[in-house]
C-alpha cells in the first residue's frame, strides 16, 4: 500500500468516526426523548385509569342518591293519600309535617351545592371526570405514538452504524422531529389530532 492510499484509508477511517460520533448522539438525542415520552405516557396512563375510576365512584353515587329519592317521593305521594283520608286535625298536621319532611328531603337528594352531594352536582363532578379521563387518555396515545416513532428512529440510527446507510440515519432524524411534534401535541393540544387506540 503507497503512502497516498494508506493516507487516504486514514481519512476515509476517521470520516467514518466522524460519522458515528454524530449517529451516537442522534441515538442519544433520541434516547433522551423516549424517556421524556415514556414518563409523560405512564402519567397520562396513571391520570386516565384514575380518573375513569373516579367518574364511576361519582355515577354509583348518584345512582344511589337518585334510587333514595325516588323512594322519598314515592312515600311523600304516598303521605298526600293519607291526609286524604285523615280525619282528625292532629293526624292531619303530623301527616302534612312527615310530607313536608320528605319533601325537603328529596329536594336536598336533588341538588346540595353546600355539600355538592346532591344529583345534579354529583352529574357535574362525574361528567368533569369524564372530561379529565378523556383528556389524559388522549395524552397517552400522543405520547405512546412518540415513543414508537423515538424507538423506531434508536433502531434506524443503529443500524446506520453498521450498515453504513446515511439515509436510515436520516430517517431516524425525521422520525426525533416526528415524535417531538407528538409529544408537543401530547401536552398542548392532545385534542387537535384524533387518535384512538
Do not use: C
Amino acid at each position: 500500500m503507497s503512502a497516498h492510499e494508506s493516507m487516504e484509508h486514514a481519512e476515509h477511517a476517521e470520516h467514518a468516526s466522524g460519522e458515528n460520533k454524530k449517529i451516537a448522539l442522534l441515538i442519544a438525542v433520541l434516547a433522551l426523548f423516549l424517556a421524556i415520552s415514556e414518563t409523560l405516557g405512564k402519567g397520562a396512563q396513571t391520570e386516565s385509569i384514575s380518573k375513569n375510576v373516579e367518574a364511576a365512584n361519582l355515577w354509583a353515587f348518584f345512582q344511589a342518591k337518585s334510587v333514595r329519592r325516588t323512594v322519598v317521593q314515592t312515600a311523600a305521594e304516598q303521605g298526600k293519600l293519607t291526609l286524604g283520608s285523615a280525619t282528625d286535625d292532629a293526624t292531619k298536621a303530623a301527616v302534612q309535617k312527615q310530607i313536608d319532611d320528605w319533601t325537603k328531603t328529596a329536594a336536598r337528594y336533588r341538588s346540595e351545592p353546600e355539600t355538592g352531594e346532591g344529583t345534579e352536582q354529583l352529574a357535574e363532578k362525574a361528567k368533569h371526570a369524564e372530561h379529565e379521563r378523556d383528556e389524559a387518555t388522549a395524552k397517552y396515545h400522543h405520547f405512546e405514538l412518540a415513543s414508537a416513532a423515538f424507538q423506531i428512529g434508536i433502531v434506524l440510527a443503529s443500524a446506520t452504524i453498521i450498515t453504513g446507510m446515511i439515509a436510515l440515519a436520516y430517517i431516524g432524524g425525521l422520525l426525533t422531529l416526528a415524535g417531538i411534534v407528538m409529544t408537543a401535541l401530547g401536552v398542548w393540544a392532545p385534542h387537535l389530532l384524533h387518535l384512538h387506540g
